[in-house]
T-cell receptor
Framework: AQSVTQLGSHVSVSEGALVLLRCNYS??????LFWYVQYPNQGLQLLLK??????LVKGINGFEAEFKKSETSFHLTKPSAHMSDAAEYFC????????????FGAGTILRVKS | GAVVSQHPSRVICKSGTSVKIECRSL??????MFWYRQFPKQSLMLMAT?????????EQGVEKDKFLINHASLTLSTLTVTSAHPEDSSFYIC?????????????FGEGSRLTVL
């Protein structure tokens, strides 16, 4: 069975600082992993995804994530936070293969201080 | 990217009434759509998988008679909350798969906020 754990329900960084949002997964099969961003009262927007191949995945808005099988992790990073990055971020794993239903982590609210 | 639209974005109804939420894929055909529910300050919980032309598959603990799902065409799935009660108040989000299983990316709607008085 697949599951996702996001460490830290709230993360606060200063504008211009490194953003690190942690995600660990559990999967009995090779995982397909995703990061989504959600702004208040809106749906989800895909930031990036890992399917196969290169373990360092680059996404939109300067975000990237690295798939580390040995650590069962897929942490999301951005070198320099911007005020517009303030939102809630969800890590997810596809249950039953790519394109199938997603199992989401609990979410991490990112706050960016000026 | 592909667009998925939900309607209405917000709905307020009285207890005991039924509410229908639509999920449309605007520029692609979606044989499969997923319905999620999100409580305030919580994550998304999968409710059901909606397959075009067949019955929906519900997750454990989701009442199928309470949450009726109809996927009548390749671009439209509907979720009807029947005899709504205040505890059904939530943010409902759909996602649609472009392409078949194993190849298709999921695209999410903007969500529909239901408030039951």
């Amino acid at each position: 069975a697949q599951s996702v754990t996001q460490l830290g329900s709230h993360v606060s960084v200063s504008e211009g600082a490194l953003v690190l949002l942690r995600c660990n997964y559990s999967s009995s099969v090779p995982p397909y992993l995703f990061w989504y961003v959600q702004y208040p009262n809106q749906g989800l927007q895909l930031l990036l995804k890992y399917t196969t191949g290169a373990t360092l995945v680059k996404g939109i808005n300067g975000f990237e994530a690295e798939f580390k099988k040995s650590e069962t992790s897929f942490h999301l990073t951005k070198p320099s936070a911007h005020m517009s990055d303030a939102a809630e971020y969800f890590c997810a794993v596809a249950k039953g293969g790519y394109g199938n239903k997603l199992v989401f982590g609990a979410g991490t609210i990112l706050r960016v201080k000026s | 990217g592909a667009v998925v639209s939900q309607h209405p974005s917000r709905v307020i109804c009285k207890s005991g009434t039924s509410v229908k939420i639509e999920c449309r894929s605007l520029d692609f055909q979606a044989t499969t759509m997923f319905w999620y529910r999100q409580f305030p300050k919580q994550s998304l919980m999968l409710m059901a998988t909606s397959n075009e032309g067949s019955k929906a598959t519900y997750e454990q603990g989701v009442e199928k008679d309470k949450f009726l799902i109809n996927h009548a065409s390749l671009t439209l799935s509907t979720l009807t909350v029947t005899s709504a009660h205040p505890e059904d108040s939530s943010f409902y989000i759909c996602s649609a798969r472009a392409g078949g299983r194993g190849t298709g990316e999921l695209f999410f709607g903007e969500g529909s906020r239901l408030t039951v008085l």
